[in-house]
């Protein structure tokens, strides 16, 4: 992994070990597995708004990875009161390149 990635700021995952292996077997099945090694969540695989924002493109024509968040809907008390699904499209850092100045 480039020295650059490895640098920057953390992402906001919060450890789900689901969320881990369901990115990691996706990089693995377009990189292969040892391309997979090197994925590390908080600071190498991003939305497409994190990386434009650390001055990074993701590269013409890439597919995003998709990991699945549960959101929740609170009432004033603080009650849940609907949960659904919510699909999240994230790019590896080998879809990116860095923006032209």
């Known amino acids: ?3 650059n990635i490895s640098s920057l700021t953390r992402t906001s995952y919060r450890g789900s070990e689901e969320t881990y292996k369901h990115i990691r077997d996706q990089i693995a099945e377009r990189y292969g597995e040892e391309e997979a090694t090197h994925y590390e969540p908080l600071f190498n695989c991003r939305s497409h708004h994190s990386w434009q924002q650390l001055g990074y493109i993701v590269k013409r024509g890439e597919k995003a990875f998709h990991m699945v968040t549960i959101i929740e809907t609170k009432d004033e ?3 849940v009161i609907k949960k659904y699904p919510r699909s999240i499209p994230l790019f590896y850092y080998l879809q990116t390149e860095p923006i032209k100045k």
Do not use: V
């Open 1 to 3: 992994m480039s020295d």
């Open 77 to 79: 008390a603080g009650n």
